[in-house]
């Protein structure tokens, strides 16, 4: 498997995005957008498999995410990471396809299904949609509030995980969650974003609109795809009816034993659907 090569965006704002592509870079481009508090590693085998089957995949860290800068004023609200997603996407050209979990989903939902003009080939979600669970949505913001203070070591950060996410066995080997944590000047590992994602004026989530997101998904005209977690407690089965209704010309996957990060879970299901769903184009 190549190395993926290292790219960077300048937004509007003079943020710099940071991403990692795979492929050939005249292949059809493919923009994967992550959930809030993941960075673009989280594509790492989604990506290289779209590459190979004939795709430039594109995984970004968000504003805010890894390797990206932090907005100087605190600015995570939705329309600031679909903004974001529209200058990308207009610097890769030729339409991508938008890949969006979570809050990726709902960024890339926002900048397609708000568009005056298609921007983009075509939309994936993954497991997000305009009405979600609030108990689930609570428990992410309980994980990614909690331990401020960080982690002394890799472990302490996997037991927090392993707590999180009871169903995935837990990898004998941590190391591979340094990529998603950054070291302080104090010796203690905190989560790769900035913390005012959750806790800012213009914080994630903090002016959500259910109205709003039923409105942008009217607005999607391209092929679309929802892909949920069948164990999810965000996106409940009533949820993806009431969207399938609203963009009546939507696929719908559930992926068995997989939760909210259906991507994580389940990579190979998740993967094949994606792969078969782009590779079928506009059928």
Sequence with gaps: ???????????EDGLELVADAHGDPSAPPVLLLHGGGQTRRAWGGTAAALAERGFHAVALDLRGHGESDWAPDGDYTVDAFAADV??????????????????GGLAALIAEGEAATPGASAVVLVDITP?????GVD????????HPDGFATLEEAAEAVAAYVPHRPRPKDVAGLGKNLRLGADGRYRWHWD?????GERRI???RDPERLDRAARGLRVPTLLVRGRMSDVVAEEDARHFL???????????????????G???????AAVVEFLARGDE
């Design 1 to 11: 498997m190549r190395r993926p090569r290292r790219l960077t965006f300048r937004v």
């Design 86 to 103: 529209r200058a990308v996407a207009a610097r890769l050209g030729g339409r991508p396809a938008l890949i969006g979990a979570s809050l």
């Design 131 to 135: 009405r979600v669970q609030p108990e």
């Design 139 to 146: 428990r992410i913001v309980t994980f990614m509030t909690s």
């Design 195 to 199: 913390p005012r994602l959750m806790t």
């Design 205 to 207: 989530g903090g002016s």
């Design 245 to 263: 209704a609203l963009v009546p010309h939507a696929r719908y996957v559930d992926v068995s034993d997989a939760g909210h990060m259906v991507a």
């Design 265 to 271: 879970d389940r990579n190979d299901q998740f993967t």
